[in-house]
């Protein structure tokens, strides 16, 4: 059986990499795939609160709700996020953080 605990520490362990991802590596894409696996990891914590958390002996569904709008924003953010990265990578020909110092191109 599947605990609650099982379920935060894979999402810790998912939040932890994402984190180490947008810390330790220097490729804006690796970066950004970072930070989509550290917003994955939150999604994860949601839906397993909301599938343990019982009111009234019946299932709370609020935080999986809630999960289908960070989807939809995320998907949002990725079409967003690879343009700038497109974008970038025409102007300056280079995806790493270091060459990219200047706000204009």
């Known amino acids: 059986m599947v605990t609650l605990n099982d379920y935060l520490l894979v ?43 019982v009111a009234n002996g019946l299932p709370d569904y609020n935080g ?11 998907a949002a953010e990725v079409a967003v996020g690879l343009a700038i990265i497109v974008a970038l990578y025409r102007a300056k020909q280079t995806t790493h953080v270091e060459d990219l110092t200047s706000l204009k191109f």
Not at 64 to 74: D, E, N, S, W
Request: aromatic share 12%; proline share 0%; glycine share 10%.
């Open 11 to 53: 999402s810790g362990l998912l939040f932890s990499l994402g984190f180490a991802g947008v810390l330790l590596r220097r490729n804006i894409l690796v970066i950004f795939m970072g930070l989509e696996m550290m917003l994955n990891a939150a999604n994860l914590s949601l839906v397993a609160f909301s599938r343990f958390g």
């Open 64 to 74: 999986q709700m809630l999960v289908f709008f960070v989807i939809t924003v995320a």
